[in-house]
Structure formats: C-alpha cells, structure tokens
C-alpha cells in the first residue's frame, strides 16, 4: 500500500517518468494519495480487460514495480521479463516470495504484530493494554522497504548499463522488520512520538507532508496530480523517442 510508492516516489525525485496504475473502482485513501503520488502521474487500467495496454506500457519502460501478492501478475496473464527482456522488476511484498507465507496477503501493521514489533512498543508505552495496538507511529516498515527497494533498483540499472541484462529486485517488509530490529544501537526508550518539526515539513493544499528524504531535494517535483487524470502512456522526449 505505501512501499511501492513509497519506492517510485524517490525514483521520480531523482528524473524518473514515473505513471501510476491503478485498478477502477479501487480508489486510495484521500491524503495517502496525495502523499505518496507527489511527482508522479497516475492513470487508470483494469487488467482483466485492458492487458495489452498494460503490456504495450511494459514494452516501452526500464522499470516496473509492483506491491501485488507474489505471482499475481503472472496468473494474469503479465510475463514482464518476456514482454521487455532488459526489464528492472522491482516486487515488494510483505512475507517475501518463499516460505510458509509467501502467498498472504499482508500490510505493515500486521507485520509489526508478527515481527514482535507490536510487543515492544506496546511494553514501552503503558497506556495500551492490548498488544495489537501497540505500533511504531509511523508505517515504518513500508517507508523503510520503499527506500531499499528504490535503493536496490538503481544498483539494477547501473549493473544494466553495464552488462545489458535485467534485474529481479525483491523486498519484503518481514525482512525489513527482522532488520529493523537486530539493527545496532537499536533503543527501547525512545521518546514518545511527537508532531515533526516544521523544518521538515511541508505543505501542498491542505496535506502537510515531510519533505524529501534526500536532502539536496526541498520538494518533490509537483503535487500529486488528480487521481486517474493521465493517459496509459510514456512521455515522449525530445529526441521523439518515449
């Protein structure tokens, strides 16, 4: 939900033509969006019945990362390495793709409560009773998943253009969390959450969002656009190609 474009949010910061694809009828959450898309375009497809838009898309990008269930594109129908062979895949899902539950669904949150996360801070802050209320304040596990995976496809496209070949790029939010906390210096008593410093911040509208985590950056390149209001297709570029 937030990983992916948590992901394709920073690719965008740094040049990227980056088209959001959603599904109809399934639209985000208001401020999320409008967060997460900043530099970004977004359009809509459905992929039971506009794949070969979906693919034509596929045909002409350097990179495409998903947030879907391991094989979900796949039992579409959607064979991305086939489609554009020199493809960077970047796949973030939240138990990773082997394992006992490498086919689940799942969000931050509820890795928090299987990562023990939950616990933790559930102990630090005596006002809660129950253990699954007990979360970091932010989706942290997204946000962190989002960076790395961003992180791990430029190294794909810098091994690309040196080799030509493709790159699988895979994050997992329950590896994330793993990290996370076998991390060194890792403290239990932090502060309390508090609202952010109004240095790193700022405001598009009436969303109050951080301002970019690269700090050569004070913004990202524009606001997020409206919901679906792109077309299916790339930018063309000067030189006429897209």
């Known amino acids: 939900m937030i990983a992916g474009p948590v992901a394709t949010r920073a690719l965008a910061l740094l040049g990227a033509d980056v088209l959001r694809i959603d599904a109809p009828g399934l639209p985000e959450i208001d401020w ?27 045909s002409n990008t350097d990179i495409i990362i998903t947030g879907y269930r391991p094989g979900a594109l796949e039992r579409l129908g959607t064979h991305a390495r086939e489609i554009r062979p020199g493809i960077v895949y970047g796949r973030v899902s939240a138990w990773g793709e082997h394992g006992p539950w490498g086919d689940r669904r799942g969000f931050d949150s509820i890795v928090q409560a299987a990562s023990g996360i939950s616990l933790i801070e559930v102990a630090h802050d005596n006002s809660q009773r ?98 679906g209001s792109s077309t299916p297709a790339w930018k063309v570029r000067p030189d006429g190609s897209s």
């Open 130 to 227: 129950e253990p699954f209320v007990g979360a970091l304040p932010a989706q942290a596990l997204d946000h962190a998943s989002g960076y790395l995976l961003a992180a791990g496809v430029l190294d794909a496209l810098s091994a690309r253009s040196l080799d030509g070949f493709g790159r699988d790029v895979r994050v997992a939010l329950a590896r994330t969390a793993s990290w996370l906390l076998t991390a060194p210096g890792r403290r239990t008593d932090h502060p309390q959450p508090a609202i952010p410093d109004v240095r790193y911040a700022i405001s598009h509208g009436s969303v109050r969002t951080a301002v970019p985590v690269l700090a050569e950056y004070p913004d990202h390149p524009w606001p997020a656009p409206g919901y």
């Open 32 to 58: 999320q969006f409008l967060d997460t898309c900043q530099g970004k375009r977004s359009t809509v497809v459905d992929l039971r019945t506009d794949l070969p838009v979906f693919h034509e898309l596929i």
